[in-house]
């Protein structure tokens, strides 16, 4: 079956001619290069053509998504709204706003050459064996083209004919992926040829695809020449064509996708498609430098933080270094004069002993020509000198026995006087011999009375009694008592329970009532809740009770403990602030405890935690504070209270944790949120103090937390970012568990039951201890006083005993003293005893006269050698006093000769010892102190100072290093390295600051040009946009959504169609689908009079209107594509309304279908106009007839 399609023209070619003659309008000529959007890149891996179409689509970046809230909140009063001097591309300053009234200059395509066409404009259509064509041929107007026909005749072909012949792939169409799929079912190959309109006096450009039923691949033509696909595609965006742009070619099957793009995919598409041809070209630029540029300055915030980190412990080591410096330089200069002493007292003691050596070899010389002169007198004296020795022994040979003699009369003397000791003792015996006697016989007569009156005593005993009674009645009461101690015992046993008991129960109330104490402490309560929920940080809140006495100050519990928030209503804002790592971290007050805090908690086990716990330790060094942003007048103003942290009861040392951690003091809180104008309230926190701090806070407004900060970039608009209060947990009053609090009332009242009982128990068994205790003294009683009568009967009998034995003793003393000797027997004995004595001591006597004349013979020899020895020693002394006269010069000379002579010894061994000490040192010195030597030595300065100079420099030296302390030599190695670091971070830091300055100066200048164009272009686009929602009774807006990066800037479309609506941004679910195609259609014919591209196409955009809004829609489509500057435009429909709006630079192009058409010639089928011309004359006969 054949299908023929025939293009009836609704312009002959007389009225095409008109055309021919109006003005081209000057416009830049510009070759813009597009890529193609990235979810629309689906071209098959087999067409080599078709590869290259990624290259050429300007598509969406991977970064676009949803927006996020500070942008929307940043956009919130509308950007219409905002006005600024902008600075054009000749530099001049010009006022831009969005209600200007003056004429805005239009954005052109390539000159419109004289028969109508703007270059890139499709000429003719050519088709074969294309989807439902056999073979077709046709050509559209330069201006709007309407393509009529009833469904499935192949108007959506015509479409995919021109994305597929321009070289876009075959995905754009949302139909098949294959160009295989394009041929006609049947046939085996086809083509599709599109004829372009070339530039001003330049051919046109006929490019030609030729289709494979069998293959994947297709082939181009170009101007009849075989191409590539990539020739193809640089032709045709030479041309600037965009079929790949949803905002210039909107295929059926992409309507809908149209409606789901991103306002970021949706500003990208508007650039490529309208206004400023640089503009997509400018927003890259912002997005890849704004990028690169917050990367930057991420990588220079951690850098100057590392730098920082290492300047301030270089700044930290810097003082250790210098003392290791000085130190060392300190002890290489004691090293140098602990060898310089040494060289210089060789040196001084060299030149002592050369001066001792001369000193001495003189002297040794005079006094040996002295002594040679006086040797005959000398040699007398040493002959008198050995006669004088020889006579002093032979004296002391004679004195050394006249002293024995007399040590001999001194030992008989002793003997003598002791002999005349014991005759006196002997003689004053035999004086009291009569005392003695007298004495005896009263001893005798005293004892025999004694022993007479205790005779008499044993003579008359008392009374005893029977000690076996007694001890029988004992063991009587010993076996009462028995049974009563068994008693008692038992009675003590069942006490003992008692006892027990009664602690028992006494422990389980004082147990309970401090359970109901911990209860009713509501520190314990929250560390109890505390642990439910971070077992780790209570177990570290009790160790730091028990603790306290470890660390300097204060350490303050979690905020969760010691915190609480007095006034109940504020207790879900002021929870809002903390973190949950906030509310569990312990707070420190000086560097000394967080270190002390740090070690037993997360660096060692000493605390008994868990082995990977880590608790939250805090502390930071005090310095100034950002002020709080608003007065209390402004607070009052604004409808806030106060700031969070007055409404915080808390120990003083953790106001420092919240003003520097949590900016609690910079915190608004309103309860009521309806009374806050939060667009005021963010424009009050983000100013900038006199010094630029500031810049942001958080405020609370009813049940939500506002986080503002301004922008980095651009104009730096404050952004807010917010989120809903959850209702507080952690620091509010938790109340008794009734259930535990019950529990612990019925354990104290049954203890206390148990206990009342176990009371009365006690009070019987002590009645019964009572008695039995009364049994037992009585027992006791009565077996004492047995035992006192058993004892004194033993100690009657005792007692006689010992008196029996007393009288013995008494008998034998009194025999004893009869049986002594008499007194006259005992005086002749000590009479004898006395001659005895008087024998010895005359025979002492005699001895005694023996020595004496001993003595005095001996002492008579003494005193002749002792006269001959003085003799002898006269004439010595005679002689030498002679020698001493004649030679008085020589001893003196030999005086100073052995002084001289002991001082050169002395000087020879000190200056050998002293060089041999130098000389090691120096043989020992490292080659340092080698060269330094030998400078010195160069230069006289080694001997240039005394030793005595010497040593007082040593010993200040040994001071100064004494004072300055031992410093680790890797010390200096860390502050050498780490210095050599920070001078290549400060380098990287320079190079890092001037491409920052590089990107920034981008930024601005691509930003200054970018934002006021892409601000006129869719001002222009929205005011057609609204103006064309006011005119069918509906409204809607455009606007430009900023945001801090630039690729989230977005064109959001907001659209009212009912009364009672606000307007909503236009989204893929949120409008019907005729509102969407409506939308749609709308925004695209805005968009028209800004367009680039030589010609745009949508097809089927008014499936879903109604009829008002498709005529409305139709009639202004032809308003706006029928203008003079208009670029070419295709509508395709399958339906049409009565009594359309129609301009003579329309044409319309009808398909039909079937397998036979009348010719043309015949009844004018097919000429349209006659139809038009056919339906005025109808009407104006109607109107006349009325």
């Not at 044993?458 to 009462?480: G, H, V, W, Y």
């Not at 979690?558 to 879900?572: E, K, Q």
């Not at 929870?575 to 967080?594: G, H, I, M, P, R």
């Not at 806070?697 to 730096?716: D, K, L, P, T």
């Amino acid at each position: 079956m054949t299908r023929k399609t025939r293009a009836s023209g609704a312009n002959d070619p007389e009225s095409l001619k008109e055309n021919v003659g109006l003005a081209a309008v000057k416009v830049k000529d510009e070759k813009t290069k597009v890529k193609k959007e990235k979810s629309r890149r689906n071209v098959d891996e087999e067409e080599p053509e078709d590869s290259h179409v990624n290259s050429q689509a300007n598509g969406v970046d991977a970064e676009e998504g949803d927006e996020d809230e500070e942008g929307g909140e940043e956009d919130g009063e509308g950007s219409l709204r905002r006005k600024r001097a902008r600075v054009n591309e000749d530099g001049e300053s010009r006022a831009h706003s969005m209600d200007r009234t003056q004429e805005r200059i239009r954005v052109q395509t390539l000159p419109r050459d004289e028969d109508g066409y703007i270059p890139g404009s499709i000429v003719r259509i050519q088709l074969q064996n294309f989807l439902t064509y056999d073979w077709t041929e046709f050509r559209p107007g330069p201006y709007l083209n309407m393509i009529l026909g009833p469904n499935g005749t192949g108007k959506s072909s015509i479409a995919c004919a021109i994305c597929l012949g321009l070289n876009w792939p075959a995905s754009t169409m949302g139909r098949a992926t294959d160009v295989k799929s394009f041929v006609k079912h049947g046939a085996t190959e086809g083509y599709i040829e599109i004829e372009l309109k070339g530039a001003k006096k330049q051919r046109n450009v006929i490019i030609r695809r030729h289709l494979s039923a069998d293959k994947k691949s297709s082939s181009f033509t170009l101007n009849g020449k075989s191409s590539s696909g990539k020739e193809v595609t640089a032709k045709v965006a030479q041309l600037n064509v965009q079929v790949g742009n949803l905002c210039s070619f909107l295929p059926q099957d992409k309507v809908s996708e149209f409606a789901h793009m991103s306002p970021q995919q949706l500003l990208r598409e508007t650039q490529r498609a309208a206004g400023d041809s640089r503009l997509t070209n400018w927003h890259d630029t912002l997005i890849n430098s704004g990028k690169e540029h917050k990367q930057l300055q991420e990588k220079m915030t951690d850098e100057q933080n590392t730098l920082k980190v290492m300047q301030d412990r270089n700044n930290q080591l810097e003082r250790e270094v210098q003392r290791y410096q000085e130190r060392m330089r300190i002890e290489k200069e004691i090293n140098m004069l602990n060898i310089l002493i040494p060289v210089n007292e060789y040196h001084e003691a060299r030149a002592v002993y050369m001066t001792a050596k001369e000193k001495q070899r003189k002297l040794h010389v005079k006094v040996k020509k002295l002594k040679e002169k006086n040797a005959p007198a000398h040699a007398l004296l040493e002959q008198l000198g050995v006669q004088y020795k020889d006579a002093e022994k032979a004296r002391e040979k004679k004195k050394n026995a006249t002293k024995a003699k007399f040590t001999e009369m001194k030992g008989k003397w002793a003997h003598m006087d002791k002999l005349e000791n014991e005759a006196d003792d002997l003689q004053n015996k035999m004086d009291s011999l009569k005392k003695q006697e007298k004495e005896r016989l009263r001893k005798i007569k005293e004892l025999q009375s004694q022993s007479t009156r205790w005779q008499a005593e044993l003579d008359n005993p008392p009374e005893f009694e029977d000690t076996n009674a007694i001890m029988e009645q004992q063991r009587e009461i010993s076996a009462k008592n028995t049974e009563v101690k068994k008693r008692l015992d038992n009675l003590q046993d069942r006490q003992k329970v008692n006892v027990d008991e009664s602690e028992k129960h006494r422990s389980i109330i004082g147990r309970a009532q401090d359970e109901f104490k911990k209860l009713e402490d509501e520190r314990h309560r929250k560390l109890q809740r505390l642990g439910q929920w971070d077992k780790d940080h209570a177990d570290a809140v009790i160790w730091l009770r028990n603790n306290h006495e470890k660390f300097k100050m204060e350490v303050f519990e979690p905020p969760m403990i010691s915190c609480s928030v007095p006034d109940g209503r504020y207790i879900n804002a002021v929870e809002a602030c903390f973190s949950a790592n906030q509310l569990k971290t312990f707070v420190c007050q000086c560097e000394e405890d967080y270190q002390t805090l740090n070690h037993y908690l997360n660096d060692s086990s000493e605390a008994g935690l868990r082995p990977n716990a880590r608790i939250n330790v805090w502390f930071r060094p005090k310095r100034n504070l950002v002020p709080p942003p608003l007065t209390p007048e402004e607070l009052a103003e604004f409808g806030f209270g106060d700031y969070a942290l007055n409404y915080i009861e808390c120990p003083d040392g953790l106001l420092w944790f919240f003003k520097r951690e949590m900016d609690l003091h910079r915190t608004a809180i309103g309860l009521n949120g309806s009374k806050i104008d939060t667009g005021r309230v963010m424009e009050a926190v983000s100013r900038f103090g006199p010094n630029g701090e500031g810049g942001g806070a958080n405020f609370i407004a009813g049940n939500v937390m506002n986080r503002v900060q301004r922008s980095r970039y651009g104009r730096r608009l404050p952004q807010n970012q917010t989120r809903d209060i959850r209702q507080a947990r952690n620091l509010v009053n938790s109340s008794i568990d009734p259930e535990v609090k019950r529990k612990l009332e019925q354990d104290i009242q049954q203890a206390e039951r148990a206990l009342t009982v176990l009371e009365q128990e006690s009070a019987t068994l002590t009645a019964e201890e009572r008695e039995i205790r009364g049994d037992a003294n009585k027992f006791r009683k009565d077996w004492e006083d047995l035992e006192a009568r058993r004892r004194k009967v033993q100690e009657t009998k005792k007692h006689l005993a010992t008196l029996e034995a007393k009288i013995d003793q008494n008998r034998n003393k009194i025999a004893n003293l009869e049986n002594a000797p008499s007194v006259e027997d005992e005086r002749n004995r000590l009479k004898q005893k006395l001659i005895d004595v008087s024998k010895k001591r005359v025979k002492l006597v005699k001895e005694y006269s023996t020595l004496i004349r001993g003595v005095i013979a001996d002492q008579t020899a003494a005193t002749r050698c002792g006269i001959e020895f003085l003799q002898i020693g006269a004439n010595r002394n005679a002689l030498d006093a002679m020698c001493q006269q004649k030679a008085e010069h020589y001893q003196r000379a030999l005086a100073e000769f052995e002084e001289a002579d002991k001082a050169y010894n002395r000087a020879k061994t000190d200056a050998k010892n002293k060089r041999d000490v130098s000389l090691q040192l120096v043989r020992d010195m490292d080659q340092e102190f080698q060269d330094e030597f030998e400078r010195m030595e160069h230069d006289g300065s080694v001997h240039a100072r005394t030793v005595n100079e010497l040593r007082a420099e040593l010993e200040t030296q040994e001071a100064n290093l004494e004072m300055i302390m031992q410093t680790n030599p890797g010390v200096v190695e860390q502050y050498e390295r780490r210095k050599q670091e920070i001078e290549n971070m400060t380098k990287m830091l320079e190079s890092h600051e001037k491409a920052a300055q590089r990107l920034e100066r981008e930024i601005k200048t691509a930003r200054d040009k970018w934002e006021p164009a892409l601000e006129e272009l869719v001002a222009s686009i929205g005011k057609k946009f609204s103006a064309a929602f006011d005119r069918i009774g509906c409204a809607g807006e455009i606007r430009i959504n900023r945001h801090e990066d630039y690729d989230k800037w977005a064109i959001d479309i907001l659209v009212k169609f009912r009364d009672k609506e606000k307007l909503q941004l236009l989204t893929g679910q949120r409008q019907s689908g005729g509102e969407r195609s409506l939308t749609t259609i709308l925004y695209l014919m805005s968009l028209t009079e800004e367009a680039r591209t030589p010609f745009s196409l949508v097809d089927e955009i008014n499936q879903g209107m109604d009829q008002r809004a498709e005529r409305a829609v139709h009639n202004s489509m032809v308003e706006v594509t029928c203008k003079e500057d208009s670029g070419q435009y295709f509508l395709i429909t399958p339906k049409l309304l009565a009594d359309l709006n129609y301009h003579e630079r329309m044409k319309i192009l009808c398909v039909n279908n079937g397998e036979w058409l009348p010719d043309e010639n015949a009844h004018k089928v097919g000429n349209l106009m006659g139809v038009i011309d056919n339906v005025v004359k109808l009407r104006d006969r109607s109107t006349r007839a009325t």
